[in-house]
């Protein structure tokens, strides 16, 4: 389904890796939980940006999907992060 007017919601959720509850030194027991220092962020992309060939909107955690952190529409601090993240995507609301 092509919609020409609709934008594609892009939330990013950064993450830090944390030690995990039987951490030993070597490293092993890390876990990705989320940054404590930066909340989620939403933005909207174009139609075009976040779909595919078929327009089909890029999946949840998608290697597609997490490409828009550098995207131009996307916070200046989100282009930048150098931590672990995920993306989510969705359809915007049409404000008809």
């Given at each position: 389904m092509t919609n020409?007017?609709?934008?594609?919601?892009?939330?990013?959720?950064p993450q830090e890796w944390v030690d995990g509850p039987y951490h030993l030194d070597d490293g092993a027991?890390?876990?990705?939980?989320?940054?404590?220092?930066?909340?989620?962020?939403?933005?909207?992309?174009?139609?075009?940006d976040g779909t595919d060939e078929e327009g089909t909107i890029f999946p949840d955690e998608s290697?597609?999907?997490n490409q828009l952190q550098s995207?131009?529409?996307?916070?200046?601090?989100?282009?930048n992060w150098e931590g672990p993240y995920y993306v989510r995507t969705e359809l915007a609301e049409d404000e008809w």
């Open positions: 020409g007017k609709s934008n594609i919601v892009v939330t990013f959720n027991d890390k876990q990705l939980n989320p940054a404590e220092n930066r909340d989620s962020v939403t933005f909207e992309v174009p139609w075009e290697y597609e999907a995207h131009p529409a996307a916070p200046e601090w989100v282009q």
